[in-house]
């Protein structure tokens, strides 16, 4: 937590990073109620593009990230044919339904490349080895994007799952810069990386408004805390808060019409809500102890956050009007930065363990905590929308960068490899 929060040597506090859901019901998070589907990944067929060797690079540089977000995503099995093995594409026009189904592909997706007049497509379909149909088609152009190849890994989840995909989906996250932090923003793999602030000063603490086209955050740039607004399209920048004290750990509401932060003008740091558009404050929390790092549950009637008042950091659970606040973590003795799931039962949070931060679940029923790292110092959680992954900050490896996992720990895998990147939001699908 130590280089984490530069704000803790103000406030003796720590900030936290909030993501909300779309969600208005909870629903149980649990990767057993789907079984995956056994997708089989064909050759590239690029017959009709031997002249185009662009196109069929390109194609390739496509296919790659296209897998890399299928498996990713929890909903596939990826199924690829044996290396040294031909008859896995298609043959006058046809698959081989048998040579596939001995693989264990339930359905195929198909790339081609194919040339219509004077320009070459690109052609993803794919194939159900059951009903012997095709279930999905789509064309693409072949610019080998970044960007187009996760557009078409979403649209496959889509169409074969009903379910939204996060491979469009992007992480705002702090990067050190010499003494300073300034905010970056990546694809969710980490590529795609550009700068989003040149303050020269420190930046911190992004978090997504609804609808994914601005950030709120914490910006130094004038000498004293101040929660900021970006328009990710103009570039544009616009003060939120800015009163007396420290302004810190902004959290925007579900509906996008308030934002939750923590405020220590009345003496004690606590938590307000604020309506950008009214300028209305409203104070939620009135405690001697230090209230800070609010996030919402996704439908918008609770916030979790973190508090003192048991002489430790725990987390508590109030009613978005302040009332009925109730202790959520017993388990730890230091327990900071808490994330709601968008699905709604479960709230991430770091818990400090044999003297490390891990990032750890516990559902908010308050059963089941459960600790998802264990090298290094760990933090900042932050949900996918979907919320079946996580995002956060990990040292393991000496300086912190980004790292990403799924909901139960599994596949966690380094985004990042730079001086230092820390408190990531993962932004919403738009």
Known sequence: MKIKYVLLILLSTILCQNVFGRADVYLKLSTSERRQLELGIAPLQAQDAKDHPEAIVNAQKMLEIIGDDLA????????????????????KGRLDIGAWQMLGA????????????????????????????????????????????????????????????????????????????????ADYDGGGLRALTNFNSINISPDWQPGGGALAFVSFYRNRTDIVSLNLASGQ??????TEGLNTSPAWSPDGKSLALTLSKDGNAEIYLLSPETKELRRLTNSWAIDCSPSWSPNGRELVFNSDRPGSPQL??????????????YQGGYNTSPSWS?????????????????????????????????????????????????????SRTGSHQIWRMHWDGSAQQA???????????WGPVQ
């Open 72 to 91: 990713f995503s929890l909903y596939f099995k990826l199924v690829y044919p044996p290396s040294l093995l031909e008859g896995y594409g298609l043959k």
């Open 106 to 185: 339930r359905q195929v997706l198909i790339p081609e490349l194919k040339q219509e007049k004077k320009k070459v497509i690109l052609k993803l379909s794919v194939f159900d080895l059951g009903i012997q149909r095709q279930v999905f088609s789509k064309d693409f152009e072949p610019d080998g994007s970044r960007a187009a190849a996760h557009a078409a890994s979403d649209l496959i989840i889509k169409n074969l799952s009903g379910e939204d995909g996060v491979s469009s989906t992007k992480i705002a996250f702090s990067l050190k810069s010499g003494k300073n932090k300034e905010l970056m923003l």
């Open 237 to 242: 920048t616009a003060i939120i808060s800015q």
């Open 316 to 329: 508590y659970i109030m009613d978005s009007e302040g009332a009925n606040i109730r202790r959520l973590t």
């Open 342 to 394: 968008p699905r709604g039962d479960k709230i991430a949070f770091v818990s400090r363990i044999d003297g490390r931060f891990q990032v750890c679940t516990i559902d908010i029923t308050g059963d089941n905590f459960v600790q998802l790292t264990y090298e290094g110092d760990n933090e900042d959680p932050s949900w996918s929308p979907d919320g079946l992954h996580l995002c956060f900050s990990s």
């Open 415 to 425: 985004i990042t490899n730079n001086g230092g990147s820390y408190m990531p939001a």
